[in-house]
């Protein structure tokens, strides 16, 4: 099993940083369900800008960790690497 990291840019334009094991399903939830984080459900719709496949959750929850601690310049400076 894989995990992926991954940037979405919320109808306010702000941005949202995640992780999960399988990300078509977690965007739809994000955009459609009431199981999707409390914070996309008010700025939704959400639309995917960016992903990072990786082997094990902790690195993956490690990534997300580190990428939400970064300003919103670097974020975009990834997503348009």
């Known amino acids: 099993m894989s995990y992926s990291v991954y940037i979405l840019k919320c109808a306010d334009k702000s941005f949202y940083v995640g992780c999960t094991n399988n990300l078509e399903k977690r965007i739809k ?24 496949k990786f082997a094990t959750l902790k690195e993956a ?10 300003r919103r310049e670097k974020k ?3 997503i348009k690497s």
Do not use: C, D, F, M
């Open 29 to 52: 939830q994000h955009n459609e369900s009431k199981w999707g984080a409390h914070y996309t459900k008010i700025r939704r719709p959400v639309i995917l800008l960016y992903s990072e």
């Open 61 to 70: 929850r490690r990534r997300e960790s580190e990428i939400k601690g970064w």
């Open 76 to 78: 975009l400076n990834l």
